[in-house]
């Protein structure tokens, strides 16, 4: 099974703040043969369901707000929020779509300072 | 407005089976593959199962495979996941998602999840 390693797993934060929040795969999520990354991410707030955020890493989906930035490649990832916001706080997770059984990260919570 | 509702949870003891049931709306289902993932209580995601968008295909995670069986039933919208033989460590809420991707890939919608708990 490809494991999924979050950090930091919480992260104190203050509105404005530029946030960055890291995700490694045990085995790179690089298919050579169309070059993408098979992973996402999702935003789960308090109370809810999640909710995607970015896939192939780092094509936001539809309505995302262009301050969630995803990056990296092979095994190392990042989402990025430039400029957090009240209603940011929440778990984020990754997760590998590179082969079964699927599998998330830990998840790294953001919390007000 | 793509939707997702579950239903079938509640209290059962160990060892017995429940049945959950997804109703969709707002897409054509026969059209996508869907899938259940589950979050025990205060813990992260873990995908229990996945069926292609016409049924020939199910993927499981081993711990419930030859317990769980995931089915869709295509003119009806609804997905299902038999479970039997339940154990203590698949309490859980159990969400139902759509899946995007021919292969499937990953999870774009996201039902209100239905709890399951496990326990004598």
């Known amino acids: 099974d490809i494991v999924m390693t979050q950090t930091p797993s919480s992260q104190a934060v203050s509105a404005g703040e530029k946030v960055t929040m890291s995700c490694k795969s045990s085995?790179?999520?690089?298919?050579?043969?169309?070059?993408?990354?098979?992973l996402a991410w999702y935003q789960q707030k308090p109370g809810q369901s999640p909710k995607l955020l970015i896939y192939?890493?780092?094509t936001r989906e539809s309505g995302v707000p262009d301050r969630f930035i995803g990056s990296g490649s092979g095994t190392d990832f990042t989402l990025t929020i430039s400029s957090v916001q009240a209603e940011d706080l929440a778990v984020y997770y990754c997760q590998q779509y590179y082969n079964f059984p699927r599998t998330f990260g830990g998840g790294t919570k953001l919390e007000l300072k | 407005e793509v939707q997702l509702v579950e239903s079938g949870g509640g209290l059962v003891q160990p060892g017995r089976s429940m049945k959950l049931s997804c109703a969709a709306s707002g897409f054509t289902f026969s059209n996508y593959g869907m899938a259940w993932v589950r979050q025990a209580p205060t813990k992260g995601l873990e995908w229990v199962a996945t069926?292609?968008?016409?049924?020939?295909?199910?993927y499981y995670r081993d711990s419930v495979k030859g317990r769980f069986t995931i089915s869709r039933d295509n003119a009806k919208s609804t997905l299902y996941l038999q479970m039997n033989s339940l154990r203590s460590e698949d309490t859980a809420t159990y969400y139902c998602?759509?899946?995007?991707?021919?292969?499937?890939?990953?999870?774009?919608?996201w039902g209100q999840g239905v709890m399951v708990t496990v326990s004598s």
């Open positions: 085995q790179s999520l690089l298919y050579n043969e169309n070059k993408k990354n098979y």
């Open positions: 192939w890493a780092s």
């Open positions: 998602t759509r899946v995007r991707g021919a292969r499937p890939h990953y999870f774009d919608y």
């Open positions: 069926i292609s968008y016409d049924g020939s295909s199910t």
